[in-house]
Protein backbone atom coordinates (compact mmCIF):
# COMPACT_ATOMS: atom_id res chain seq x y z
CA UNK A 1 0.00 0.00 0.00
CA UNK A 2 1.57 3.15 -1.04
CA UNK A 3 2.02 5.88 1.73
CA UNK A 4 -1.13 8.07 2.06
CA UNK A 5 0.84 11.74 0.92
CA UNK A 6 2.16 9.55 -2.27
CA UNK A 7 -1.42 8.82 -3.15
CA UNK A 8 -2.93 12.74 -2.41
CA UNK A 9 0.02 13.87 -4.65
CA UNK A 10 -1.00 11.21 -7.49
CA UNK A 11 -4.86 12.56 -7.01
CA UNK A 12 -3.04 16.26 -7.26
CA UNK A 13 -1.69 15.15 -11.02
CA UNK A 14 -4.85 13.70 -12.14
CA UNK A 15 -6.36 17.20 -10.63
CA UNK A 16 -4.80 19.13 -12.98
CA UNK A 17 -3.99 16.89 -15.98
CA UNK A 18 -8.17 15.88 -16.32
CA UNK A 19 -8.86 19.62 -16.06
CA UNK A 20 -6.28 20.86 -18.21
CA UNK A 21 -7.39 17.81 -20.86
CA UNK A 22 -11.16 19.17 -21.40
CA UNK A 23 -10.22 23.04 -20.55
CA UNK A 24 -13.01 22.93 -18.05
CA UNK A 25 -13.59 21.82 -14.29
CA UNK A 26 -12.34 23.17 -10.85
CA UNK A 27 -9.18 22.29 -9.78
CA UNK A 28 -8.47 24.99 -6.97
CA UNK A 29 -11.22 22.78 -4.63
CA UNK A 30 -10.33 19.38 -5.89
CA UNK A 31 -6.12 20.00 -4.87
CA UNK A 32 -7.37 21.83 -1.75
CA UNK A 33 -9.02 18.44 -0.63
CA UNK A 34 -6.53 15.71 -2.11
CA UNK A 35 -5.38 15.04 1.49
CA UNK A 36 -8.73 14.22 2.64
CA UNK A 37 -10.29 12.31 0.00
CA UNK A 38 -6.70 10.23 0.30
CA UNK A 39 -7.19 9.35 3.95
CA UNK A 40 -10.63 8.84 3.64
CA UNK A 41 -10.98 6.62 0.97
CA UNK A 42 -7.35 4.72 1.75
CA UNK A 43 -7.42 4.55 5.62
CA UNK A 44 -10.46 5.68 7.12
CA UNK A 45 -13.74 4.53 5.22
CA UNK A 46 -14.48 0.75 5.44
CA UNK A 47 -15.79 0.89 2.24
CA UNK A 48 -15.75 -2.09 -0.84
CA UNK A 49 -14.98 -1.07 -4.38
CA UNK A 50 -16.10 -3.88 -6.71
CA UNK A 51 -18.70 -5.05 -7.24
CA UNK A 52 -20.15 -1.74 -6.52
CA UNK A 53 -23.24 -1.65 -4.29
CA UNK A 54 -25.69 1.65 -4.51
CA UNK A 55 -27.23 0.26 -0.82
CA UNK A 56 -23.86 0.36 0.54
CA UNK A 57 -25.06 -2.06 3.52
CA UNK A 58 -22.29 -2.52 6.15
CA UNK A 59 -20.29 -0.17 4.49
CA UNK A 60 -19.17 3.79 5.32
CA UNK A 61 -20.79 6.18 2.77
CA UNK A 62 -19.51 8.87 1.34
CA UNK A 63 -21.51 12.16 0.12
CA UNK A 64 -19.91 15.00 -1.82
CA UNK A 65 -22.22 17.64 -2.08
CA UNK A 66 -19.76 20.42 -3.28
CA UNK A 67 -20.42 17.89 -6.51
CA UNK A 68 -17.95 20.63 -9.02
CA UNK A 69 -14.75 19.43 -7.27
CA UNK A 70 -15.40 16.24 -9.13
CA UNK A 71 -12.00 15.58 -10.64
CA UNK A 72 -10.87 15.29 -6.77
CA UNK A 73 -13.75 12.33 -5.83
CA UNK A 74 -13.19 10.62 -9.58
CA UNK A 75 -9.48 10.18 -9.21
CA UNK A 76 -9.73 8.73 -5.78
CA UNK A 77 -12.14 6.42 -6.68
CA UNK A 78 -10.26 5.31 -9.80
CA UNK A 79 -7.19 4.37 -7.49
CA UNK A 80 -9.61 2.81 -5.22
CA UNK A 81 -10.52 0.24 -7.48
CA UNK A 82 -14.11 1.54 -8.32
CA UNK A 83 -13.19 2.21 -12.12
CA UNK A 84 -10.34 2.12 -14.65
CA UNK A 85 -7.76 5.16 -13.94
CA UNK A 86 -7.66 5.20 -17.44
CA UNK A 87 -11.36 6.56 -17.90
CA UNK A 88 -10.38 9.58 -16.03
CA UNK A 89 -9.14 10.86 -19.63
CA UNK A 90 -12.80 11.00 -20.54
CA UNK A 91 -13.56 13.79 -17.58
CA UNK A 92 -16.19 16.32 -18.80
CA UNK A 93 -16.12 15.16 -22.78
CA UNK A 94 -19.36 13.55 -24.51
CA UNK A 95 -20.48 10.46 -23.75
CA UNK A 96 -18.41 10.16 -20.75
CA UNK A 97 -19.63 8.57 -17.14
CA UNK A 98 -17.42 11.40 -15.56
CA UNK A 99 -19.79 14.41 -16.17
CA UNK A 100 -18.56 17.38 -15.08
CA UNK A 101 -20.32 16.74 -11.78
CA UNK A 102 -21.04 13.19 -10.23
CA UNK A 103 -24.24 11.83 -11.50
CA UNK A 104 -25.50 8.37 -10.79
CA UNK A 105 -27.31 8.66 -14.24
CA UNK A 106 -24.12 7.89 -16.02
CA UNK A 107 -24.04 4.51 -13.67
CA UNK A 108 -20.35 5.55 -12.35
CA UNK A 109 -19.28 3.52 -9.79
CA UNK A 110 -18.65 4.99 -6.55
CA UNK A 111 -21.47 7.95 -7.25
CA UNK A 112 -24.45 7.43 -5.57
CA UNK A 113 -26.48 10.85 -5.57
CA UNK A 114 -26.05 13.62 -8.43
CA UNK A 115 -24.30 16.59 -7.12
CA UNK A 116 -23.44 20.05 -8.85
CA UNK A 117 -26.77 22.23 -7.85
CA UNK A 118 -25.02 22.98 -4.22
CA UNK A 119 -26.60 22.80 -0.92
CA UNK A 120 -28.38 19.87 -1.39
CA UNK A 121 -25.75 17.05 0.08
CA UNK A 122 -26.22 17.09 4.17
CA UNK A 123 -30.17 16.44 3.51
CA UNK A 124 -29.07 13.28 1.46
CA UNK A 125 -26.12 12.20 4.09
CA UNK A 126 -28.63 12.47 7.04
CA UNK A 127 -31.26 10.41 5.24
CA UNK A 128 -28.64 7.79 4.32
CA UNK A 129 -27.10 7.95 8.04
CA UNK A 130 -31.29 7.32 8.92
CA UNK A 131 -31.65 4.37 7.17
CA UNK A 132 -28.55 2.85 8.17
CA UNK A 133 -29.80 2.98 11.83
CA UNK A 134 -33.75 2.01 10.88
CA UNK A 135 -31.25 -1.32 9.37
CA UNK A 136 -29.47 -1.46 11.98
CA UNK A 137 -26.77 -1.24 10.10
CA UNK A 138 -23.71 0.21 12.20
CA UNK A 139 -21.50 1.81 9.69
CA UNK A 140 -21.07 5.72 9.02
CA UNK A 141 -22.18 8.19 6.65
CA UNK A 142 -19.35 11.28 5.42
CA UNK A 143 -20.17 13.93 4.01
CA UNK A 144 -18.35 17.09 2.54
CA UNK A 145 -19.17 20.36 1.85
CA UNK A 146 -17.54 23.92 0.55
CA UNK A 147 -18.11 26.79 2.80
CA UNK A 148 -19.37 28.79 0.49
CA UNK A 149 -22.05 26.29 -0.65
CA UNK A 150 -23.17 26.79 3.02
CA UNK A 151 -24.58 29.97 2.30
CA UNK A 152 -27.07 27.80 0.81
CA UNK A 153 -30.63 27.73 3.23
CA UNK A 154 -31.24 24.25 2.93
CA UNK A 155 -27.90 23.21 5.07
CA UNK A 156 -29.20 24.75 7.85
CA UNK A 157 -32.60 22.87 7.65
CA UNK A 158 -30.23 20.27 7.70
CA UNK A 159 -28.29 21.40 10.84
CA UNK A 160 -31.02 22.16 12.78
CA UNK A 161 -32.45 18.45 11.72
CA UNK A 162 -29.41 16.28 12.43
CA UNK A 163 -28.87 17.34 16.14
CA UNK A 164 -32.88 17.13 17.14
CA UNK A 165 -32.82 12.97 15.42
CA UNK A 166 -29.23 12.49 17.32
CA UNK A 167 -28.66 11.84 13.70
CA UNK A 168 -25.22 10.38 15.38
CA UNK A 169 -23.68 8.24 12.88
CA UNK A 170 -23.11 11.41 10.70
CA UNK A 171 -19.74 12.98 10.25
CA UNK A 172 -19.68 16.13 7.84
CA UNK A 173 -16.63 18.03 6.62
CA UNK A 174 -16.75 21.81 5.59
CA UNK A 175 -13.94 22.07 3.18
CA UNK A 176 -13.13 25.61 4.88
CA UNK A 177 -10.69 27.28 2.33
CA UNK A 178 -12.24 30.87 2.99
CA UNK A 179 -13.07 31.24 -0.82
CA UNK A 180 -15.85 30.63 -3.59
CA UNK A 181 -16.77 32.28 -6.78
CA UNK A 182 -16.40 36.40 -6.54
CA UNK A 183 -14.47 36.12 -3.71
CA UNK A 184 -13.42 35.38 -0.05
CA UNK A 185 -16.10 33.74 1.94
CA UNK A 186 -15.62 36.80 4.30
CA UNK A 187 -16.58 39.31 1.58
CA UNK A 188 -18.89 37.52 -0.62
CA UNK A 189 -21.22 36.63 2.94
CA UNK A 190 -19.71 37.37 5.79
CA UNK A 191 -19.57 33.44 7.08
CA UNK A 192 -18.20 34.02 10.45
CA UNK A 193 -17.15 31.89 12.86
CA UNK A 194 -18.60 28.32 11.87
CA UNK A 195 -17.17 26.46 15.42
CA UNK A 196 -20.26 28.67 17.86
CA UNK A 197 -22.68 28.51 14.53
CA UNK A 198 -22.25 24.41 14.67
CA UNK A 199 -22.60 23.93 18.34
CA UNK A 200 -25.57 26.59 18.81
CA UNK A 201 -27.27 24.02 16.70
CA UNK A 202 -26.11 20.81 19.08
CA UNK A 203 -23.13 19.38 17.01
CA UNK A 204 -19.89 17.79 18.25
CA UNK A 205 -17.36 20.63 16.71
CA UNK A 206 -14.12 19.16 15.60
CA UNK A 207 -10.88 21.11 13.84
CA UNK A 208 -8.21 20.03 11.75
CA UNK A 209 -5.60 21.63 8.92
CA UNK A 210 -6.42 19.53 5.97
CA UNK A 211 -3.58 20.26 4.69
CA UNK A 212 -1.54 18.22 7.12
CA UNK A 213 -2.03 14.09 6.26
CA UNK A 214 -1.04 13.06 10.23
CA UNK A 215 -3.66 15.23 11.06
CA UNK A 216 -6.66 14.62 8.82
CA UNK A 217 -6.49 10.83 9.89
CA UNK A 218 -6.20 11.74 13.30
CA UNK A 219 -8.77 13.65 13.24
CA UNK A 220 -11.27 11.31 10.95
CA UNK A 221 -10.38 8.60 13.17
CA UNK A 222 -11.32 10.97 16.39
CA UNK A 223 -14.67 11.84 14.72
CA UNK A 224 -15.70 7.84 14.28
CA UNK A 225 -15.12 7.59 17.45
CA UNK A 226 -17.65 10.54 18.98
CA UNK A 227 -19.91 8.33 17.00
CA UNK A 228 -23.08 6.96 18.85
CA UNK A 229 -22.94 9.81 21.71
CA UNK A 230 -26.25 11.05 20.28
CA UNK A 231 -24.72 14.27 17.83
CA UNK A 232 -23.63 14.57 14.44
CA UNK A 233 -20.21 15.84 14.05
CA UNK A 234 -18.93 18.49 11.83
CA UNK A 235 -15.02 18.98 11.21
CA UNK A 236 -14.08 22.36 10.08
CA UNK A 237 -11.14 21.59 7.85
CA UNK A 238 -9.15 24.71 7.11
CA UNK A 239 -7.52 23.93 3.60
CA UNK A 240 -5.61 26.00 0.76
CA UNK A 241 -7.21 26.15 -2.10
CA UNK A 242 -5.03 24.84 -5.03
CA UNK A 243 -2.57 23.08 -2.59
CA UNK A 244 0.05 21.46 -3.93
CA UNK A 245 0.92 23.94 -6.86
CA UNK A 246 1.91 27.20 -6.02
CA UNK A 247 0.88 29.62 -8.59
CA UNK A 248 -2.72 28.31 -7.86
CA UNK A 249 -2.72 28.49 -3.81
CA UNK A 250 -5.52 30.39 -2.07
CA UNK A 251 -6.71 32.17 -5.02
CA UNK A 252 -10.29 31.77 -5.78
CA UNK A 253 -9.63 32.77 -9.55
CA UNK A 254 -8.52 28.85 -9.78
CA UNK A 255 -11.39 28.28 -8.36
CA UNK A 256 -13.28 26.93 -11.99
CA UNK A 257 -10.45 27.62 -14.49
CA UNK A 258 -8.59 25.39 -16.39
CA UNK A 259 -4.54 25.44 -17.00
CA UNK A 260 -2.38 26.28 -20.01
CA UNK A 261 0.06 24.19 -21.34
CA UNK A 262 2.34 26.10 -19.81
CA UNK A 263 1.23 26.02 -16.42
CA UNK A 264 0.20 22.36 -16.31
CA UNK A 265 3.94 21.98 -16.89
CA UNK A 266 4.79 24.23 -13.98
CA UNK A 267 2.32 22.18 -11.98
CA UNK A 268 3.43 18.93 -12.70
CA UNK A 269 6.91 19.87 -11.77
CA UNK A 270 5.82 20.40 -8.31
CA UNK A 271 4.12 17.40 -8.05
CA UNK A 272 6.84 14.56 -9.05
CA UNK A 273 4.64 10.86 -10.04
CA UNK A 274 4.74 8.70 -6.93
CA UNK A 275 6.67 5.10 -8.34
CA UNK A 276 3.30 2.94 -6.76
CA UNK A 277 0.62 4.68 -8.68
CA UNK A 278 1.18 6.60 -11.98
CA UNK A 279 -0.88 8.54 -14.15
CA UNK A 280 -3.71 7.84 -16.25
CA UNK B 1 -33.18 35.23 -49.71
CA UNK B 2 -32.01 33.13 -46.66
CA UNK B 3 -28.33 33.25 -47.86
CA UNK B 4 -28.14 37.06 -46.81
CA UNK B 5 -28.63 36.82 -43.87
CA UNK B 6 -25.15 37.08 -42.55
CA UNK B 7 -23.51 37.44 -38.80
CA UNK B 8 -21.78 41.03 -37.77
CA UNK B 9 -19.75 39.25 -35.56
CA UNK B 10 -19.78 36.13 -32.46
CA UNK B 11 -20.52 37.10 -29.02
CA UNK B 12 -22.40 35.89 -25.86
CA UNK B 13 -25.65 36.97 -25.65
CA UNK B 14 -24.87 37.09 -21.62
CA UNK B 15 -21.85 39.67 -22.45
CA UNK B 16 -24.98 42.01 -24.21
CA UNK B 17 -26.85 41.18 -20.76
CA UNK B 18 -23.75 42.97 -19.26
CA UNK B 19 -23.87 46.17 -21.66
CA UNK B 20 -27.67 46.07 -21.21
CA UNK B 21 -27.99 46.37 -17.84
CA UNK B 22 -25.36 48.90 -17.68
CA UNK B 23 -27.53 51.00 -19.84
CA UNK B 24 -30.86 50.07 -18.15
CA UNK B 25 -28.53 51.96 -14.81
CA UNK B 26 -28.05 55.07 -16.44
CA UNK B 27 -31.23 55.43 -17.93
CA UNK B 28 -32.98 54.33 -14.80
CA UNK B 29 -31.83 54.87 -11.38
CA UNK B 30 -34.19 52.70 -10.23
CA UNK B 31 -32.45 49.81 -11.85
CA UNK B 32 -30.41 47.47 -8.91
CA UNK B 33 -28.66 43.98 -9.91
CA UNK B 34 -28.43 41.19 -7.42
CA UNK B 35 -26.82 37.73 -7.94
CA UNK B 36 -25.55 34.65 -5.99
CA UNK B 37 -21.98 34.32 -6.47
CA UNK B 38 -21.27 34.60 -10.25
CA UNK B 39 -21.21 38.48 -11.10
CA UNK B 40 -18.33 37.52 -13.51
CA UNK B 41 -19.86 35.01 -15.40
CA UNK B 42 -23.29 37.03 -15.47
CA UNK B 43 -21.26 40.12 -16.80
CA UNK B 44 -21.75 42.41 -14.26
CA UNK B 45 -18.23 43.86 -13.61
CA UNK B 46 -19.23 47.11 -15.39
CA UNK B 47 -22.50 48.03 -13.96
CA UNK B 48 -21.05 47.08 -10.59
CA UNK B 49 -17.86 49.47 -11.17
CA UNK B 50 -20.29 52.35 -12.07
CA UNK B 51 -23.12 51.62 -9.41
CA UNK B 52 -21.63 50.01 -6.64
CA UNK B 53 -24.61 51.09 -4.25
CA UNK B 54 -26.74 49.66 -6.40
CA UNK B 55 -25.18 45.96 -6.77
CA UNK B 56 -26.56 43.52 -3.56
CA UNK B 57 -24.25 40.15 -2.93
CA UNK B 58 -26.40 38.05 -2.02
CA UNK B 59 -23.99 35.28 -1.68
CA UNK B 60 -24.79 31.20 -2.88
CA UNK B 61 -28.61 32.28 -1.67
CA UNK B 62 -30.37 32.20 -4.46
CA UNK B 63 -33.97 31.91 -2.91
CA UNK B 64 -32.97 34.46 -0.14
CA UNK B 65 -32.15 36.60 -3.43
CA UNK B 66 -35.62 36.07 -5.06
CA UNK B 67 -37.18 37.13 -1.84
CA UNK B 68 -35.03 40.11 -1.86
CA UNK B 69 -35.76 41.33 -4.93
CA UNK B 70 -39.39 40.59 -4.48
CA UNK B 71 -39.03 43.24 -1.40
CA UNK B 72 -37.26 45.89 -2.93
CA UNK B 73 -39.57 46.12 -5.19
CA UNK B 74 -42.04 47.32 -2.91
CA UNK B 75 -40.57 51.27 -2.85
CA UNK B 76 -39.97 51.11 -6.32
CA UNK B 77 -36.55 49.80 -6.63
CA UNK B 78 -36.49 47.57 -10.06
CA UNK B 79 -34.56 44.34 -9.74
CA UNK B 80 -32.73 42.40 -12.02
CA UNK B 81 -31.58 39.07 -10.44
CA UNK B 82 -29.14 37.08 -12.00
CA UNK B 83 -27.89 33.44 -11.84
CA UNK B 84 -27.61 30.38 -14.46
CA UNK B 85 -30.59 29.41 -15.83
CA UNK B 86 -31.31 26.65 -13.39
CA UNK B 87 -30.88 28.05 -10.36
CA UNK B 88 -32.90 31.00 -11.57
CA UNK B 89 -35.66 28.97 -11.78
CA UNK B 90 -35.97 25.19 -11.27
CA UNK B 91 -34.52 25.99 -7.48
CA UNK B 92 -36.61 29.30 -6.94
CA UNK B 93 -39.27 28.26 -8.12
CA UNK B 94 -41.82 28.24 -5.26
CA UNK B 95 -40.19 31.83 -4.17
CA UNK B 96 -40.58 33.22 -7.84
CA UNK B 97 -44.22 31.61 -7.47
CA UNK B 98 -45.11 33.41 -4.59
CA UNK B 99 -43.19 36.10 -3.87
CA UNK B 100 -43.06 37.51 -6.90
CA UNK B 101 -45.71 36.15 -10.07
CA UNK B 102 -48.50 36.38 -7.17
CA UNK B 103 -47.75 39.15 -5.76
CA UNK B 104 -47.23 40.57 -8.95
CA UNK B 105 -44.14 42.25 -8.32
CA UNK B 106 -41.74 43.99 -11.07
CA UNK B 107 -38.80 41.23 -10.37
CA UNK B 108 -36.17 40.64 -13.98
CA UNK B 109 -35.68 37.49 -13.50
CA UNK B 110 -32.32 37.02 -15.79
CA UNK B 111 -31.20 33.67 -16.26
CA UNK B 112 -27.75 33.01 -18.07
CA UNK B 113 -26.21 29.42 -19.02
CA UNK B 114 -29.67 28.17 -20.01
CA UNK B 115 -30.12 25.01 -22.12
CA UNK B 116 -27.39 22.35 -23.61
CA UNK B 117 -25.04 25.07 -24.86
CA UNK B 118 -24.02 25.28 -21.02
CA UNK B 119 -21.21 22.93 -21.88
CA UNK B 120 -19.09 20.76 -19.90
CA UNK B 121 -20.73 21.33 -16.42
CA UNK B 122 -23.30 18.96 -17.70
CA UNK B 123 -26.39 18.23 -16.42
CA UNK B 124 -26.87 19.60 -13.17
CA UNK B 125 -26.81 23.02 -14.50
CA UNK B 126 -28.26 22.45 -18.05
CA UNK B 127 -31.48 23.39 -17.62
CA UNK B 128 -34.22 21.93 -20.52
CA UNK B 129 -37.37 22.83 -18.27
CA UNK B 130 -37.10 26.31 -17.34
CA UNK B 131 -38.93 27.99 -20.53
CA UNK B 132 -42.22 25.83 -19.32
CA UNK B 133 -41.92 26.87 -15.45
CA UNK B 134 -41.59 30.23 -16.38
CA UNK B 135 -44.57 30.46 -18.82
CA UNK B 136 -46.99 28.45 -16.94
CA UNK B 137 -46.53 31.25 -13.63
CA UNK B 138 -49.53 33.14 -14.22
CA UNK B 139 -48.68 36.80 -15.04
CA UNK B 140 -44.62 36.10 -16.21
CA UNK B 141 -43.57 37.44 -19.46
CA UNK B 142 -40.83 34.91 -21.18
CA UNK B 143 -38.26 36.53 -23.03
CA UNK B 144 -35.79 34.69 -25.03
CA UNK B 145 -33.56 36.42 -27.24
CA UNK B 146 -31.56 35.64 -30.15
CA UNK B 147 -28.12 37.32 -30.18
CA UNK B 148 -26.36 39.58 -28.23
CA UNK B 149 -27.78 42.77 -29.74
CA UNK B 150 -31.39 41.75 -29.11
CA UNK B 151 -30.30 40.33 -25.63
CA UNK B 152 -28.93 43.81 -24.71
CA UNK B 153 -32.06 45.58 -26.47
CA UNK B 154 -34.22 43.49 -24.48
CA UNK B 155 -32.37 44.04 -21.02
CA UNK B 156 -32.45 47.74 -21.51
CA UNK B 157 -36.55 47.39 -22.92
CA UNK B 158 -37.45 45.02 -19.44
CA UNK B 159 -37.09 48.02 -16.90
CA UNK B 160 -40.04 49.90 -18.72
CA UNK B 161 -41.72 46.99 -19.11
CA UNK B 162 -43.99 46.32 -15.69
CA UNK B 163 -44.33 42.91 -14.15
CA UNK B 164 -42.06 39.99 -13.46
CA UNK B 165 -40.20 39.18 -16.24
CA UNK B 166 -37.90 35.94 -17.27
CA UNK B 167 -34.83 36.86 -19.24
CA UNK B 168 -33.09 33.42 -21.08
CA UNK B 169 -29.98 33.29 -22.24
CA UNK B 170 -26.86 31.44 -22.79
CA UNK B 171 -23.02 31.26 -22.02
CA UNK B 172 -20.88 30.96 -25.24
CA UNK B 173 -19.85 32.90 -28.33
CA UNK B 174 -22.78 32.47 -30.69
CA UNK B 175 -23.74 34.43 -34.17
CA UNK B 176 -24.63 37.88 -33.77
CA UNK B 177 -26.46 39.22 -36.40
CA UNK B 178 -29.55 41.61 -35.74
CA UNK B 179 -29.10 45.14 -35.60
CA UNK B 180 -27.10 47.19 -33.17
CA UNK B 181 -29.45 49.56 -30.81
CA UNK B 182 -32.47 48.08 -31.92
CA UNK B 183 -35.95 48.68 -30.08
CA UNK B 184 -37.02 45.46 -28.37
CA UNK B 185 -40.40 45.06 -28.62
CA UNK B 186 -41.91 42.92 -25.83
CA UNK B 187 -44.52 40.07 -27.07
CA UNK B 188 -43.76 40.88 -30.64
CA UNK B 189 -42.51 38.37 -33.18
CA UNK B 190 -39.43 38.96 -35.53
CA UNK B 191 -40.13 38.12 -38.83
CA UNK B 192 -36.39 37.44 -40.36
CA UNK B 193 -37.19 35.90 -43.77
CA UNK B 194 -40.36 35.58 -45.60
CA UNK B 195 -41.51 32.68 -47.19
CA UNK B 196 -44.36 30.16 -48.53
CA UNK B 197 -43.41 27.01 -47.94
CA UNK B 198 -43.24 26.29 -44.71
CA UNK B 199 -42.61 28.45 -41.18
CA UNK B 200 -39.64 28.16 -38.85
CA UNK B 201 -40.29 29.77 -35.71
CA UNK B 202 -37.53 29.89 -33.13
CA UNK B 203 -36.22 30.83 -30.00
CA UNK B 204 -32.24 31.77 -28.51
CA UNK B 205 -29.50 30.18 -29.80
CA UNK B 206 -31.84 28.30 -32.09
CA UNK B 207 -33.10 31.26 -34.41
CA UNK B 208 -29.24 30.86 -35.81
CA UNK B 209 -29.42 27.97 -36.69
CA UNK B 210 -32.64 27.89 -37.76
CA UNK B 211 -31.22 30.64 -40.53
CA UNK B 212 -29.10 28.03 -40.82
CA UNK B 213 -31.43 25.45 -42.35
CA UNK B 214 -33.16 27.43 -44.05
CA UNK B 215 -30.52 28.60 -45.75
CA UNK B 216 -29.92 24.56 -46.90
CA UNK B 217 -33.84 24.54 -47.46
CA UNK B 218 -33.96 27.54 -49.65
CA UNK B 219 -30.64 25.32 -52.02
CA UNK B 220 -33.09 22.63 -52.23
CA UNK B 221 -35.93 24.79 -53.93
CA UNK B 222 -38.57 25.97 -50.98
CA UNK B 223 -39.71 29.72 -49.98
CA UNK B 224 -38.55 28.89 -46.20
CA UNK B 225 -40.53 31.88 -43.35
CA UNK B 226 -38.51 32.59 -40.08
CA UNK B 227 -39.42 33.72 -37.09
CA UNK B 228 -37.70 34.84 -34.09
CA UNK B 229 -40.08 34.06 -31.53
CA UNK B 230 -38.06 35.76 -28.54
CA UNK B 231 -41.14 36.33 -26.49
CA UNK B 232 -42.75 33.13 -25.54
CA UNK B 233 -45.36 34.68 -22.97
CA UNK B 234 -46.86 36.96 -24.05
CA UNK B 235 -47.11 34.92 -27.39
CA UNK B 236 -47.84 37.06 -30.47
CA UNK B 237 -50.49 34.83 -31.85
CA UNK B 238 -51.26 36.94 -34.51
CA UNK B 239 -47.87 37.03 -36.44
CA UNK B 240 -48.00 32.73 -35.78
CA UNK B 241 -51.29 33.02 -37.22
CA UNK B 242 -50.50 34.91 -40.35
CA UNK B 243 -47.85 33.23 -40.90
CA UNK B 244 -49.33 29.77 -40.91
CA UNK B 245 -51.96 30.48 -42.77
CA UNK B 246 -49.21 31.25 -45.38
CA UNK B 247 -47.46 28.52 -45.38
CA UNK B 248 -49.70 25.63 -44.00
CA UNK B 249 -46.66 24.06 -41.81
CA UNK B 250 -43.98 24.45 -39.40
CA UNK B 251 -40.96 23.75 -37.68
CA UNK B 252 -40.25 25.17 -34.15
CA UNK B 253 -36.76 24.79 -32.68
CA UNK B 254 -35.87 25.69 -29.39
CA UNK B 255 -33.12 25.10 -27.03
CA UNK B 256 -35.65 22.89 -24.03
CA UNK B 257 -37.45 20.41 -23.88
CA UNK B 258 -40.05 19.93 -26.09
CA UNK B 259 -42.54 19.38 -23.78
CA UNK B 260 -43.77 22.65 -22.52
CA UNK B 261 -41.75 25.13 -24.45
CA UNK B 262 -41.55 27.26 -27.68
CA UNK B 263 -43.43 24.80 -29.60
CA UNK B 264 -46.39 23.58 -27.57
CA UNK B 265 -47.23 27.01 -27.31
CA UNK B 266 -47.50 27.56 -31.07
CA UNK B 267 -49.04 24.09 -31.34
CA UNK B 268 -52.16 25.38 -29.18
CA UNK B 269 -52.30 28.19 -31.36
CA UNK B 270 -52.23 26.28 -34.42
CA UNK B 271 -54.83 23.97 -32.69
CA UNK B 272 -57.42 26.46 -31.90
CA UNK B 273 -57.27 28.15 -34.99
CA UNK B 274 -55.44 26.36 -37.95
CA UNK B 275 -54.82 22.63 -37.22
CA UNK B 276 -51.61 21.81 -39.54
CA UNK B 277 -48.85 20.03 -39.51
CA UNK B 278 -45.84 20.70 -36.82
CA UNK B 279 -42.36 19.09 -36.08
CA UNK B 280 -40.78 19.91 -32.89
CA UNK B 281 -36.76 20.45 -32.84
CA UNK B 282 -35.92 20.16 -29.07
CA UNK B 283 -34.47 17.73 -26.25
CA UNK B 284 -36.67 14.79 -26.00
CA UNK B 285 -37.79 14.50 -22.51
CA UNK B 286 -33.93 13.98 -21.11
CA UNK B 287 -31.54 15.11 -19.27
CA UNK B 288 -28.35 16.35 -20.79
CA UNK B 289 -25.09 16.03 -20.29
CA UNK B 290 -21.64 17.21 -20.44
CA UNK B 291 -19.84 17.58 -23.63
CA UNK B 292 -18.99 20.67 -26.18
CA UNK B 293 -21.69 23.10 -27.16
CA UNK B 294 -21.90 21.84 -30.69
CA UNK B 295 -21.07 18.25 -29.87
CA UNK B 296 -24.20 18.42 -27.49
CA UNK B 297 -26.49 20.19 -29.76
CA UNK B 298 -25.81 17.59 -32.85
CA UNK B 299 -26.39 14.66 -30.37
CA UNK B 300 -29.22 15.79 -28.67
CA UNK B 301 -31.18 16.87 -32.24
CA UNK B 302 -31.01 20.51 -32.30
CA UNK B 303 -28.32 20.76 -35.33
CA UNK B 304 -28.93 22.32 -38.61
CA UNK B 305 -29.36 19.48 -40.15
CA UNK B 306 -32.03 17.93 -37.47
CA UNK B 307 -34.21 21.26 -38.66
CA UNK B 308 -33.73 20.46 -41.97
CA UNK B 309 -34.94 16.86 -41.00
CA UNK B 310 -38.01 18.21 -39.55
CA UNK B 311 -38.89 20.79 -42.01
CA UNK B 312 -38.54 18.06 -45.12
CA UNK B 313 -41.01 15.60 -42.47
CA UNK B 314 -43.62 18.67 -41.99
CA UNK B 315 -43.42 19.44 -45.76
CA UNK B 316 -44.03 16.09 -46.71
CA UNK B 317 -46.99 15.63 -43.84
CA UNK B 318 -48.69 18.82 -45.89
CA UNK B 319 -48.45 17.52 -49.61
CA UNK B 320 -50.26 14.21 -48.01
C1 LIG C 1 -27.29 26.22 -6.26
C2 LIG C 1 -26.02 26.65 -6.91
N1 LIG C 1 -25.76 27.96 -7.04
C3 LIG C 1 -24.65 28.37 -7.67
C4 LIG C 1 -23.76 27.47 -8.18
C5 LIG C 1 -22.52 27.93 -8.91
N2 LIG C 1 -21.33 27.66 -8.10
C6 LIG C 1 -20.59 26.55 -8.30
S1 LIG C 1 -19.34 26.41 -7.20
C7 LIG C 1 -19.74 27.89 -6.49
C8 LIG C 1 -18.91 28.42 -5.34
C9 LIG C 1 -18.79 27.44 -4.26
O1 LIG C 1 -17.97 27.90 -3.23
P1 LIG C 1 -17.37 26.85 -2.22
O2 LIG C 1 -18.45 25.95 -1.76
O3 LIG C 1 -16.65 27.60 -1.18
O4 LIG C 1 -16.39 25.99 -3.11
P2 LIG C 1 -14.85 26.31 -3.52
O5 LIG C 1 -14.86 27.49 -4.41
O6 LIG C 1 -14.13 26.56 -2.27
O7 LIG C 1 -14.41 25.07 -4.21
C10 LIG C 1 -20.87 28.45 -7.10
C11 LIG C 1 -21.50 29.72 -6.72
C12 LIG C 1 -24.07 26.10 -8.02
N3 LIG C 1 -23.28 25.14 -8.52
N4 LIG C 1 -25.19 25.72 -7.38
MG1 LIG D 1 -14.71 27.55 -0.51
Redesign the interface.
Known amino acids: MPQLKDIATQIRRDIVRMVHG ?1 Q ?2 HPGGSLGCADFFAALYFKVMQHKPQPFDMDGGDQDLFFLSN ?1 HISPVFYSTLAHAGYFDKKELSTF ?5 R ?4 P ?1 T ?2 GLPGIRI ?6 QGMSVAIGAALTKKLNNDDRFVFSLHGD ?2 L ?3 QNWEAIMFAPHHKVDNLIVTVDWNGQ ?3 GTVED ?2 GLGDLEPKFAAFGWKVLHMDGNNMDEVVATLEKAISLTGKGQPIVILMKTVMGKGVDFMEGHHEWHGIAPSDEQLAKALAQLPEPAELGDY | MVKDIQPLNEKETRAGFGEGILEAGRNNPNVVAL ?1 A ?5 MKLNAFIKEFPDRFV ?1 V ?3 E ?2 MIGIAAGMTIGGKIPYTTTFA ?2 STG ?1 VYDQIRQSVAYSGKNVKICASHAGLTL ?7 QILEDIGMMKMLPGMTVIVPCDFNQTKAATIAIADYEGPVYLRFGRPKWPNFTPENQKFEVGKAQVLHEGTDITLFACGHMVWLSIEAGKILEEKGYSVEIINIHTIKPLDEEAVLKSITKTRCAVTAEEHNVLGGLGDSIAQVAARHLPIPIEYVGTNDT ?1 G ?4 PV ?2 LK ?1 YGLDKEHIVAAAEKALARKQK
Open positions: CSGGRKLDSLQGHTHEASGSLGGEEEGQIDVA | TDLLGSQGIAANNFRGEDGATHFESGKELK
